[in-house]
């Protein structure tokens, strides 16, 4: 009941907030959030630390934005053709990764992104250096014109609750309490005659294509698609987010991206414009030494401790 | 002649770069029955149930489930013909409640794993199942406590419930009482009596009170074979069970003071 109240509050004020913040700040702050829930499903739920989710965000906004301004689809069957990109890349990429485990896997996931990462720098679909510009955000359905930032940040939203709907739904599924199983506890889950790999693999190909997802759903907001999203440092800075926030937490994700997002954004305007690594470095030692469990956490810790 | 052995092993040998673990083990587990596998500390016994259940490759020789070749199956698909395994730490999932320890194993029948889209609700249906199983170890007031929190005895009579949710032809303890007090042993001695009753049970067991107590047949490793076999009258009696097994299980327990059992070794062998 009282979660209900609250998640009644909290879609109140994503709707109200584009009159009060910057439409586009918010766009971003959501993709981002979309983006880490989605990482944190693979993480925080299936315990598998992939360092190369970059690639399925990237995959997507290129693909996005590569059928929108060659074929002028609708933003929803563009968004469609990103996300069965990174589906299907998640499928391949899923399949090499989930026979390592630990730091293997995350090295493999690496791998698999950097060498997506030369590839996307190389083709020539993808504009190089300069990415894919100009990407036409086009009309709903054929309907809505998506052009004006409040529409668009009103289509995000739904496009975010979505995303997130699935990931609630994800982690509280019998398929959840499989992955959560194997997270808890790997060779108890293989002797209880379930083949960890298979759902190793689900979990992966989910939390691909809803990274894609968010990947389609930035490259139309920029209209741009660049190798900003496909670099490591993209991988990078979706742990920084999920760490931060509190992995293994259904609003971690969201609240650690909305932080990152805001750091960013004000500081590139600041003095310190110059520091904003050196800053983010500092938040991520902080967050690792003093709050392990991250800021929705170390929360849960305390509420729990308070009703006991 | 194979019916009444649930399972075989046949020439079983495991290497490790040029260290045999396991040498040439024929194992003959009869159906119903309590089967111990003792042995001094590297005898192979752990190394023998991971072949069985295929935590590891054997380097050669032949499993036999019910007269079948399972050699080539993996874990997950052995576990699904029957043949549950416990581990020597305990195995619980620490941080889901005991109930869902226990609705894990129950829900692996269902074929519902991969429904991502479904409601975890639909999962209480085995909510009476599986407080059934908890009220036979008692483990049913924790039902809504993590697993975690239980202390160390609870966690593998918890252990003991979520094996027995795939309701078994065979299980495989390794060392279920390892590590406990003596009112925890004597309730999960209760604990597999009961369990044997009606399926077949093989346990690595250090404690021999427990051993004595509990098994039909003993079978000694020593140095990666078989020493002996029979009840534990014949292998009590054995002189090269007496010398082998005795002289190193002084050693050991120098070595392993802090296990917590000590039994008196002129009165249990």
Known sequence: MYNKKLNL????????????????????????????????????????????HAVFLGSGAYVTG??????????????????????????????????????????????LAQLAFFFFLQSPFTGGEDGLQGIPRGNLFGLIDLTDNLTMYYFVLAVFIIGFLTIYRTVHSPFGQVMKAIRENEPRAISLGYKVNQYKLMAFVLSATLAGLAGSTKALVFQLASLTDVHWFMSGEV?????LGGMGTIWGPVIGAATIVSMQNFLASGPLANYIHVLMGVVFVICVLAFRNGLVGELQKVIRKNSS | MNQDLIIETRGLVKEFKGFTAVDDVNLKIERGTIHALIGPNGAGKTTVFNLLTKFLTPTRGKLLYNGQ????????????????????????????????????ALQQKRNDGFAFWRSEKILDELNDRALDLLDSVGLREFS?????????????????????????????????????????????????????????IL???????????????????????????????????????????????????????????????????
């Open chain 1, 9 to 52: 509050v909290l879609l109140g004020l994503a709707l109200i907030a584009p009159f009060i913040l910057y439409p586009v700040f918010l766009m971003k702050v959501l993709c981002f959030a979309l983006f880490a829930c989605a990482f944190n499903l693979l993480l925080g739920f299936a315990g598998l630390l992939s360092f190369g």
């Open chain 1, 66 to 111: 590569y059928v929108m301004v060659t074929y002028g689809l609708t933003p929803e069957l563009g968004i469609l053709a990103g996300v069965v990109m990174s589906a299907l890349i998640g499928l391949i990429y899923g399949k090499l990764a989930v026979r390592r485990e630990g730091i293997y896997f995350a090295m493999v996931t690496l791998a």
């Open chain 1, 239 to 243: 742990v920084l987010m999920t760490l």
């Open chain 2, 69 to 104: 070749d399972i050699t080539g199956k993996d874990s997950a698909s052995i576990a699904l013909m029957g043949v549950v395994r416990s581990f020597q730490i305990s195995a619980v999932f620490p941080h889901l409640t005991v109930l869902e320890n226990v609705r894990v």
């Open chain 2, 144 to 200: 809504k406590a993590l697993a975690v929190d239980l202390p160390y005895g609870r966690k593998r009579s918890l252990e003991i419930a979520t094996t027995l949710a795939l309701d078994p032809e065979l299980l495989l303890l390794d060392e279920p009482t390892q590590g406990m007090g003596h009112e925890d042993i004597s309730v999960v001695a209760e604990l597999i009596k009961e369990v044997g009753k009606n399926r077949t």
């Open chain 2, 203 to 269: 346990m690595v067991e250090h404690n021999l009170n427990v051993v004595s107590d509990l098994s039909d047949t003993i079978t000694v490793l020593q140095r990666g074979a078989i020493l002996t076999e029979g009840n534990y009258e014949t292998v009590s009696a054995d002189p090269r069970v007496r010398e082998a097994y005795m002289g190193v299980q002084e050693d050991e327990q120098e070595g392993e003071g802090a296990s917590g059992h000590i039994p008196v070794v002129e009165d249990t062998i």
